[in-house]
């Protein structure tokens, strides 16, 4: 699909969530097998599981990095795109050497999310707009 429309953001950000969708449950899986909860702000503790997690999904997370990157360099205002930009920058920050690692791969999603939640607010306001002007408003 890129290949026959490479200004395809969709297909980017397809690709983008595929990536989350093949990670996020592993990660999970080794958090809860090592006792660690979910919301935990620290990588995976022990270096053995971290280590295979870093070979078995190093490359799908860093490929769907960078997919989501340019479904957002197609469209800076994919509020979606960086809404899993953000969830695959936690999976990252799963994988980090030590809390310094995982610090700098959460502060990142962190800043997706907020840019997120304020392009949806961007988003609401246009249409609130138009709607009170009579517009008809496609979302």
Not at 40 to 47: L, R
Not at 75 to 88: E, G, R, T
């Amino acid at each position: 699909m890129i290949e026959a429309d490479p200004k395809n953001k969709e297909a980017y950000y397809t690709l983008g969530v595929i990536a989350w969708g093949r990670t996020y449950p592993k990660h999970m899986q080794a958090r809860a097998e090592l006792g660690m909860k979910p919301e935990e702000a620290a990588p995976i503790k022990d270096k053995k599981v971290r280590d295979a997690l870093i070979a078995t999904d190093g490359p799908i997370l860093d490929e769907g990095i960078k997919d989501l990157t340019a479904a957002l360099q197609i469209d800076p205002n994919y509020d979606d795109a960086m809404a899993y930009l953000n969830l695959l920058l936690r999976r990252k920050a799963d994988l980090a050497d030590d809390v310094a690692g995982f610090k700098k791969y959460s502060d990142e999603a962190d800043t997706w999310i907020a840019k997120n939640l304020e392009t949806k607010k961007m988003k609401q306001a246009l249409i609130d707009k138009k709607a009170s002007q009579g517009q008809i408003v496609q979302q």
